[in-house]
């Protein structure tokens, strides 16, 4: 666990975290109320109403929207280091390398991306882009710590909601990797207040207990002390919950998102069902299990009294 003995001042490094209202971004901000350590941290969100919220919390914020690079320069003044969270779009490509230029420019040292749980040459386009990003962040110059999250535990009551306790999975019976964002974001924090010199060039691997769907609805129904199902379903279903939109996803990602589950099932995208587990490498905690998920999100999982 880290213990910080110094105290922050106006010498103290500047972290910039963006996507703060997200499902990692919001745990980020958490950790850094827990634990500032060293560090002044800057948040930014795309909407005044938003940075206003973090303000009337005591935070600093800043305006900064990924689509439009001239809100770019004022919240990287001063800068250190930078969380480049981008959402489920192809989008990503333009709004990470028109940051990370931009950063170059503003003196930034360290950045710390959040990408995907991909062999090198791997083929489904929203892992492509991401690694398009980080060897364009390798290229910049700057200071890089790469962070590979496999599958969210979140994405068990998002995506696939929980409704009248079942759940779907589109990767057939086929075991993937898990992480909770409450661990992403542990790692995260923890990288941004030590910084490049302990965290330079590395790259941290977050996948901590591989489960199929039954495997998982088991883990819960135990955990929770209720019944919970998974529906198997594949490609073509994944295709279809978006056409007809109880799925809602931008049409790029919504075609890397059938891709994924074709490479998940035919085996070319193995591996996402394998155990990597640099949490506690990082933070010196074990990282979350999915029972241990269930239990702290049953109010998500359930909407009606356990049986
Ligand atoms: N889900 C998974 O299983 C998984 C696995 C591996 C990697 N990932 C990666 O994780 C990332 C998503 O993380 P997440 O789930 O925390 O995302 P999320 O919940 O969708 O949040 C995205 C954040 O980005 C902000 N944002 C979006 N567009 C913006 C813009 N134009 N300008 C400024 N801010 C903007 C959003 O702000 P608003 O509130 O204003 O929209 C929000 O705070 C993606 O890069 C994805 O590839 C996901």
Sequence with gaps: ????????????????????TGQVGKLIVDEF??????VRVRYAARKPEQVNELRAAGRDA??????????????????????????????????????????VKAGVRHIVHQG????????????????VIERYIEGSGLEWTHLHPNVFMEGLSSMTPVDDSAFSVYWDDRRVGWIAARDIAAVAATV????????????YWLSTEVASGPEVAAIFSAALNRKIRCDVRGPEEFKASIA???????SWYADAGVEFTRQAIDGRMGYIGTVRDDVEF????PSISLRQW????????????SA
């Design 1 to 20: 666990m880290e213990n910080h003995d110094a105290e922050v001042d106006s010498t103290s490094p500047i972290v910039l975290v963006i996507g703060t």
């Design 62 to 103: 800043v305006r900064l929207d990924l689509d439009d690079p001239s809100t770019f320069a004022h919240a990287l003044y001063g800068v250190d280091r930078v969380y480049p969270l981008t959402g489920y779009t192809v989008a990503m490509l333009a709004q990470s390398k028109t940051l990370v230029d931009a950063a």
């Design 294 to 305: 269930a239990v702290e999100n049953r109010d998500r999982l359930t909407s009606s009294p």
């Design 282 to 285: 990082v933070t010196g905690r």
């Design 244 to 250: 007809d939109r109880s799925i809602t996803i931008e």
């Design 33 to 38: 109320d827990r634990d500032p350590g060293n």
């Design 192 to 203: 941004l207040r030590q910084g490049p010199s302990r965290h330079g060039g590395k790259e």
């Design 116 to 131: 995907v749980f991909a062999n090198w040459d791997v083929t489904d386009p929203h892992f492509v882009w991401h690694q």
